[in-house]
């Protein structure tokens, strides 16, 4: 008998496989879920910026509608949206109660409005994400476009 072909040397080749393919998995699902935590923490942090901007927006208004008229103009800013088309027209309307609570919030701070600025953006981001099959957050993603190498 060949020592190569001895039952503990043929186990331990199968141990090292099955630690191989181990190791493997966990890095793809650990790959995964880092990918997850970052879309996470990036949506996150432009949640915070837009709703800051359409706060300061709304703030800075006098009524209701012209409120409401600042933070979809500073919405339309922050996307690059220079021109109105149906998607955006749709999309600005559906977002429109999200100031109006804000507005609401502010302007009475002791008589929290129904439904409060969190409970319009989440029901915002809920009617985007099923109507445009993916979070409303995508759309601030900053694509830069490949630029050639030149070597002088």
Not at 33 to 48: P, W
Not at 74 to 83: C, I, Q, S
Not at 114 to 134: H, I, K, M, N, T
Request: net charge negative.
């Amino acid at each position: 008998m060949t020592p190569s072909a001895m039952p503990f040397l043929r186990d331990l080749e199968v141990a090292a496989d099955h630690a191989e393919i181990a190791e493997s998995r966990f890095r793809q699902e650990a790959a995964q879920r880092i990918a997850a935590l970052e879309a996470e923490r990036a949506f996150a942090f432009r949640r915070l910026n837009v709703m800051r901007t359409v706060t300061e927006a709304v703030a800075g208004a006098p009524g209701e509608d012209e409120a409401v008229a600042a933070a979809l103009d500073a919405v339309r800013e922050k996307l690059g949206w220079a021109a109105d088309s149906e998607p955006h027209v749709e999309v600005l309307a559906h977002f429109a109660p999200v100031p109006q609570a804000i507005h609401r919030s502010l302007a009475a701070p002791d008589d929290p409005p129904e439904p409060s600025p969190q409970d319009a953006l989440v029901e915002f981001e809920r009617w985007y994400a099923d109507e445009r099959r993916g979070p409303f957050w995508t759309l601030f993603e900053q694509r830069m476009p490949e630029t050639p190498l030149v070597d002088f």
